[in-house]
């Protein structure tokens, strides 16, 4: 009597921690993105529009994480409200004035771009990660 050849398969917690890691955000070379500088200095004046309440929020959302999503827009809903108890009417006009960038690591890219904001100078600080072939920015923080 011939014995049947097994071929083990491969156990299901392989292919789900294979699965799993295929479908989360795959890292990207800093090679393969698009100029940082322009997209940090486009990030941050989008920010102090979206901060001044001249910009809708939902411009930002695919360029960010869920957890900056939520910072600014939790504080572009403070500033309206104090923009709506002090009764301002004037549109504020935005302009970058200049843009400081650091790469840390091969794919993050840390910058800081000074922006006036009306008459105020302010420093935007913003970490971007090169994600699925595009930037996302993990950390906007206004000064």
């Given amino acids: 009597m011939a014995q049947a050849l097994r071929i083990s398969e491969p156990t299901t917690r392989h292919l789900r921690i294979a699965d799993y890691e295929f479908f989360e955000p795959q890292p990207t070379s800093r090679a393969e993105l698009p100029d940082a500088a322009d997209t940090i200095q486009r990030l941050a004046h989008i920010a102090c529009e979206i901060l001044a309440g001249t910009r809708p929020l939902d411009q930002l959302a695919r360029w960010v994480t869920e957890d900056v999503f939520r910072t600014i827009a939790e504080r ?18 935005v302009s970058v004035i200049r843009t400081v960038i650091d790469e840390p690591r091969d794919g ?3 910058g800081v771009t000074l922006v006036r904001i009306g008459p105020r100078t302010r420093a935007v600080a913003i970490r971007i990660e090169g994600f699925d072939h595009r930037w996302r920015a993990s950390v906007v923080a206004l000064l």
């Fill in 76 to 93: 572009s809903l403070a500033a309206s409200h104090a923009r709506r108890r002090a009764g301002a009417t004037t549109r504020i006009v």
């Fill in 108 to 110: 993050i890219v840390e």
